[in-house]
């Protein structure tokens, strides 16, 4: 895997657009400073500047070290910082969200409160996976039973297809090696897309434990995102990795699933089909993310500017 110094420096055009404003920077192997108000990339092959300003979101790969200034001027400059494994396949640790806007975590969160409109983001996502059939007609129980099968049948299909015998979905919690090999490769390749969907999820300022299938956990909406590409994605990698060899699938499969995340941009789309799921048509513009805007909450949903002192506007309704 190429360094930062092997890669060169990144223009405008090479980096991942979220809403065409905010970046993902990823970076691994090097170590980062501060000069002046930009970050340097150091490693063996040179130094590479980044300036701070066009940071949306900076994912720290493995062998990454960042001195205190940089973390200072990242800050000063309202940029994310999120730990993650190679290709941000894992999720380890993350600092503040790149959105500045609350417009997102609101939106989640009014469609969460209100049964009917979770019912629909449900279904949505279950449309989402499973292209040409229509839930509008089902019940939560019935969408759970639908996906069971599907999700079955996709086992099936691609034991099959690799020639490999299929006993069944097994998993033993805290003990990864109790299973055979093929288990073994789509447990680690769910790990991989949950690393993926909490990544994206903290970078976004969403609520990890809202979520609109799963419930009762603190990652509820990464799981609910992460199998949006279980069937797609990491099923079938997973069955490919273990019809090449039974031996080290699950490092095997965190590799594989990394290069494909990588080469088809799987960052990207997720980001997309969050802000599609939470977001109704014309939000997503409303109010930039990489804007300030603070306003005070009155009655009936109206929203008053901030900084301004409404004593004189309301003093004959004030009890004292």
């Keep these: 895997m190429a360094t930062v110094g092997q890669r060169g420096a990144s223009s405008p055009r090479e980096l991942t657009r979220m809403g065409d404003r905010i970046s993902f920077i990823y970076l691994e192997?090097?170590?980062?400073?501060?000069?002046?108000?930009?970050?340097?990339?150091?490693d063996a092959q040179g130094i590479t500047h980044?300036?701070?300003?066009?940071?949306?979101?900076?994912?720290?790969?493995?062998?990454?070290?960042v001195t205190h200034q940089a973390m200072s001027v990242l800050g000063e400059c309202?940029?994310?910082?999120?730990?993650?494994?190679?290709?941000?396949?894992?999720?380890?640790?993350?600092?503040?969200?790149?959105?500045?806007?609350?417009?997102?975590?609101?939106?989640?969160?009014?469609?969460?409160a209100n049964r009917r409109a979770r019912l629909e983001v449900a279904r949505e996502m279950y449309r989402m996976r499973f292209p040409g059939e229509d839930p509008d007609r089902f019940t939560r129980h019935e969408l759970l039973g639908r996906e069971g099968h599907r999700?079955?049948?996709?086992?099936?299909?691609?034991?099959?297809?690799?020639?490999?015998?299929?006993?069944?979905?097994?998993?033993?919690p805290g003990d990864f090696s109790a299973t055979d090999p093929l288990n073994q490769a789509i447990t680690a390749a769910a790990q991989c897309m949950?690393?993926?969907a909490q990544t994206t999820v903290t970078a976004l300022g969403c609520a990890p434990g809202l979520g609109f299938i799963h419930?009762?956990?603190?990652?509820?909406?990464?799981?609910?995102?992460?199998?949006?590409?279980?069937?797609?994605?990491?099923?079938?990698?997973?069955?490919?990795?273990?019809?090449?060899?039974?031996?080290?699938?699950?490092?095997?499969?965190r590799r594989a699933i990394r290069d494909h995340v990588?080469?088809?941009?799987?960052?990207?789309?997720?980001?997309?089909?969050i802000k599609h799921l939470l977001l109704s048509d014309?939000?997503?513009?409303?109010?930039?993310?990489?804007?300030?805007?603070?306003?005070?909450?009155?009655?009936?949903?109206?929203?008053?500017?901030?900084?301004h002192n409404f004593a004189n506007d309301f003093v004959d309704e004030v009890p004292w």
């Design 50 to 65: 980044i300036p701070s300003a066009t940071i949306g979101t900076l994912l720290l790969g493995p062998g990454t070290r």
């Design 262 to 273: 990588n080469k088809v941009g799987l960052l990207k789309r997720c980001v997309e089909d």
């Design 151 to 172: 999700v079955k049948e996709c086992y099936r299909r691609h034991a099959a297809r690799v020639d490999l015998p299929w006993n069944g979905r097994v998993y033993v």
């Design 194 to 196: 949950y690393g993926i």
């Design 29 to 42: 192997r090097c170590i980062l400073h501060r000069e002046d108000n930009a970050i340097t990339a150091e």
């Design 215 to 253: 419930s009762g956990h603190e990652l509820a909406f990464v799981l609910d995102i992460a199998d949006l590409y279980k069937t797609e994605i990491a099923i079938p990698i997973a069955f490919d990795v273990a019809a090449e060899d039974p031996e080290d699938v699950g490092s095997r499969t």
């Design 78 to 112: 309202g940029a994310g910082v999120v730990w993650v494994g190679e290709q941000g396949v894992r999720f380890y640790s993350g600092g503040r969200s790149l959105n500045r806007s609350s417009s997102m975590v609101e939106a989640q969160a009014t469609k969460w």
């Design 282 to 307: 014309g939000v997503t513009d409303a109010v930039p993310e990489d804007q300030d805007r603070v306003t005070l909450q009155s009655d009936h949903g109206l929203e008053l500017e901030s900084g």
